[in-house]
């Protein structure tokens, strides 16, 4: 079935190691975004692409890294996980920048 | 880019009309309107799109005024199941990522 998915639904880590939330989508949407969310707040931008090779930061990108070698594929990176990175992580992507986003069901990471 | 402003939380009975109006002074002329829905545990899910004027899906309706500074999303007799955040969010193709979704607005349907 054509849609976005995301991977792992929950992951538990502990602080200073690497993780990385994997997202996967079927349209060949060009632009594909990352979004955290903490609890009881709405979502904030942390990377977004709008084609394969081309990334760009969001209000908090500190501490994340992206890639985006293939147009289905949007990995996310905790380089050093910290305990303020706990939160739930969507993916979202778009046929284009000014057209609707549609979301996975996220990742739910906690860092101890 | 065009920040936008929406109540924070709204309360409502089955079977009536809600009207959630977002402020967004700074729209700029390439950008349109999107409003969102999430539910608990779950992504946001696209509701409605609009440019100016009045737009009309199957679940909701946009209303835009001429001058684009504000926008009301229109849900026609709500139900339990419209309880939800509702979240207004500016968006352009010279912009896209710099698109802010803010805390949105807690519908609580009541019954």
């Known amino acids: 079935d054509a849609g976005i998915t995301q991977s792992p639904r929950y992951k538990i880590t502990e602080t200073g190691r690497q993780v990385t939330l994997m997202c996967h989508q079927t349209w060949s949407h060009s632009y594909m975004f990352w979004y955290r969310q903490d609890l009881g707040h709405g979502l904030r931008l942390i990377y977004y692409s709008a084609a394969a090779d081309i990334t760009d930061k969001g209000e908090v990108s500190d501490g994340y890294v992206v890639s985006r070698s293939k147009t289905e594929n949007f990995p996310l990176t905790l380089e050093s996980a910290t305990r303020s990175q706990t939160s739930v992580y969507f993916c979202?992507?778009?046929?284009?920048?000014?057209?609707?986003?549609?979301f996975g069901d996220g990742t739910r990471l906690s860092i101890l | 880019l065009a920040k936008t402003t929406q109540p924070i939380s709204m309360d409502s009975y089955e079977g009536q009309e809600v009207n959630i109006t977002c402020s967004h002074n700074n729209i700029a002329t390439n950008d349109y309107i999107t409003w969102y829905q999430q539910f608990p545990s779950q992504g946001p899910r696209f509701i409605i799109q609009g440019y100016k004027t009045k737009v009309t899906n199957e679940v909701a309706s946009l209303f835009i005024p001429a001058d684009r500074k504000s926008s009301t999303l229109s849900l026609p007799r709500v139900s339990l199941s419209d309880t939800a955040v509702y979240y207004c969010?500016?968006?352009?193709?010279?912009?896209?990522?710099?698109?802010?979704f803010g805390d949105g607005t807690t519908l609580t349907v009541k019954p």
């Open positions: 979202a992507s778009s046929e284009d920048g000014d057209q609707p986003q549609h």
């Open positions: 969010l500016v968006v352009s193709n010279t912009n896209a990522g710099k698109s802010t």
